[in-house]
C-alpha cells in the first residue's frame, strides 16, 4: 500500500482520536499530542515528529506503547514506532535520510529493532571496549568473522543495545538483508504458537531466510526442552548457510548448564566476550552523552554533580540512567528557577536513596541468615559439609539468592559457601529454576525469602 501526505494525516487523527479516549486527560492530551504527526512510513518503521524534546522524552517513556497498538490495529499492519524532534529531524537530514513518503509492501520483514540504539550513542570504555569491537566487526561482515559472536554480562550494562546496534547497522548498509531481534521468551512463544497451528515446518523455514539472527537473554531457554531442540535445528541452518548469529546471557555458555552440551558447545564455538561492570570513567561518559541526548544545557549541571553520579550510582546504566532523571525531576520540581543543579542540590534528591541502600545493604551474609532462620538450621549449617536433605534445600535456596539479588560471579557464591566450586552453585541454582517451573509453593517460598532479606 502507497502512503501519501493526506492518508498519513487519515491514519493519525485516526489515532489520536482513540488515544484521547484512552487517556481520558485533555490537559495531557493536548500537552503531548497537540503538534505531533506521522512524518513517514519507510519499511516496518512510523516515524512521528512533535515539537518540543520534552514531548519526545513523555512520549516515548509513556506513551510508545499505547502509540504502537493503536497504530498498528488501525493500519492493520505491524508497525514499530520512533518518536523524534525538531532535533532528530534535523539529524535526519544532515546525514542524507529523508523524511519521505516510502510505500511498505505487504510482505514487509518485520526486524523488531529499536532504531534508537545505534553504535554512535554506544559509550566505549574499558569495560565494554572488546565487546563493542567485535560488535561492529561483526556487523560490518556478517557471517564472516565470529559465528556465533556470544555477549555475555550482568543486567543493565549495554548487551541489548549492543545488538539492537548490530542490527541497524547490518539494514543500513545492507538493505536487502533480513535482521531479526528476539529475545529467548519471544522465540518460545514462536515455538508454541507454531505447534498450537501445526505449523513447526513453517516456522523452521521463516528462520532459513534470515541473514542475521539477535538472540537476547539466551539463559531464559534452559528450562524448556522442546524449545531448546528447535533452536538448534535452526542455528545450524543458519550457520551452516554462512548466516550470523548473535546471542547474550547473562552468564558465559559454559555456564548455561540446563542447556543441552551441543548447544552449549556451539555456542563456544564462535567467540564469547564479557561486558563487564562499568568503571568510573565509563559512567561520566554516559552520563554526558545522555545529557546531551536530551537536550539539556552542559552548565545545567555542576561537574562535581556528574562525578558523584558517576562514582555512587554506576553499578549498571539503568542505575545511572534512574539517578540522572531523578536529579532532573526534582530539579525541575523543587528548583526550577535555579540556573545551575549543584552538589546541595543533588544531596538533597539523592537523600533517600542513600538512606535506603545504607539501611537495607543486601549480602551474603544476611541471605545466609534469613535462610538459616526460615528453615530453623544456623547459618554455618548452610557452609558446612552436611547434606540432609533440608540442609540441601536450604544449601541451594541461598545459593540461588545470592546469584538472584547480588549477581555474584559463581566462584565467589562457591567460596562464600564452604569454598564449594563453581559447578556445585550451578547445579544448586538449576535446580531451583527446575523446582520454581513445577512448584507453585517454591515460587511462594523463594518470593517470600526475597522480602524478607529486602525488609531488613
Avoid at 222 to 248: C, D, M, P, S, Y
Amino acid at each position: 500500500m502507497v502512503y501519501n501526505d493526506s492518508r498519513f494525516e487519515e491514519i493519525w487523527n485516526t489515532v489520536l482520536v482513540r488515544l484521547e479516549n484512552d487517556i481520558n486527560d485533555k490537559t495531557v492530551f493536548s500537552t503531548y499530542f497537540q503538534d505531533t504527526k506521522i512524518l513517514s512510513i519507510e519499511g516496518d518503521l512510523v516515524t512521528i515528529l512533535t515539537n518540543s524534546a520534552f514531548g519526545k522524552e513523555v512520549l516515548n517513556r509513556k506513551f510508545l506503547e499505547k502509540i504502537q497498538d493503536f497504530l498498528c490495529d488501525v493500519t492493520q499492519s505491524n508497525f514499530k514506532c520512533q518518536i523524534i524532534d525538531q532535533t532528530g529531524l534535523n539529524g535526519l537530514k544532515k546525514n542524507g535520510h529523508a523524511a519521505s513518503v516510502s510505500t511498505p509492501t505487504g510482505d514487509a520483514f518485520i526486524t523488531h529493532l529499536n532504531p534508537r540504539y545505534s553504535f554512535e550513542n554506544f559509550v566505549v570504555g574499558l569495560s565494554n571496549r572488546e565487546c563493542y569491537s567485535a560488535a561492529l566487526a561483526t556487523a560490518m561482515n556478517p557471517g564472516d568473522f565470529y559465528n556465533p559472536l556470544f555477549i555475555y554480562g550482568k543486567s543493565g550494562l549495554g548487551k541489548t543495545h549492543i545488538l539492537h546496534a548490530i542490527g541497524n547497522y547490518v539494514r543500513l548498509k545492507r538493505p536487502a538483508f533480513k535482521v531479526l531481534y528476539l529475545t529467548a521468551d519471544d522465540f518460545f512463544e514462536e515455538y508454541v504458537r507454531a505447534i498450537k497451528d501445526r505449523e513447526l515446518e513453517s516456522l523452521k523455514d521463516r528462520f532459513r531466510e534470515i541473514d542475521l539472527l539477535l538472540l537476547d537473554d539466551v539463559q531464559f531457554m534452559a528450562t524448556k526442552e522442546r524449545t531448546k531442540e528447535t533452536f538448534f535445528h535452526v542455528f545450524n541452518l543458519l550457520v551452516n548457510a554462512g548466516k550470523q548469529i548473535v546471542i547474550t546471557s547473562d552468564r558465559p555458555p559454559h555456564e548455561l548448564r540446563s542447556l543441552e552440551d551441543r548447544l552449549v558447545g556451539r555456542f563456544a564455538s564462535g567467540l564469547s566476550l564479557e561486558i563487564k561492570a562499568l568503571e568510573y570513567e565509563t559512567a561520566l561518559a554516559i552520563l554526558n552523552k545522555k545529557i546531551e541526548a536530551q537536550n539539556i544545557n552542559g552548565g545545567a549541571i555542576a561537574h562535581d554533580v556528574l562525578e558523584h553520579i558517576a562514582r555512587h550510582y554506576a553499578s549498571d546504566v539503568r542505575q545511572l540512567e534512574g539517578a540522572l532523571n531523578k536529579l532532573l525531576f526534582y530539579a525541575i520540581t523543587f528548583n526550577p528557577e535555579k540556573p545551575e543543579i549543584d552538589m546541595n542540590t543533588a544531596l538533597e534528591t539523592f537523600q533517600s536513596l542513600t538512606r535506603m541502600k545504607e539501611k537495607n545493604p543486601v549480602t551474603v551474609d544476611r541471605i545466609k541468615l534469613v535462610v538459616s532462620e526460615y528453615y530453623n538450621i544456623s547459618p554455618a549449617q548452610l557452609t558446612s559439609k552436611l547434606r540432609t536433605s533440608n540442609l540441601v534445600v536450604a544449601r541451594h535456596l541461598a545459593m540461588y539468592l545470592s546469584r538472584e539479588l547480588l549477581d555474584l560471579p559463581l566462584t565467589k557464591i562457591g567460596e562464600a559457601f564452604g569454598g564449594r566450586d563453581h559447578s556445585t552453585v550451578i547445579n544448586a541454582c538449576d535446580k531451583v529454576d527446575k523446582m520454581l517451573k513445577e512448584n507453585e509453593d517454591y515460587v511462594s517460598v523463594v518470593s517470600e525469602l526475597k522480602s524478607l532479606i529486602k525488609s531488613q
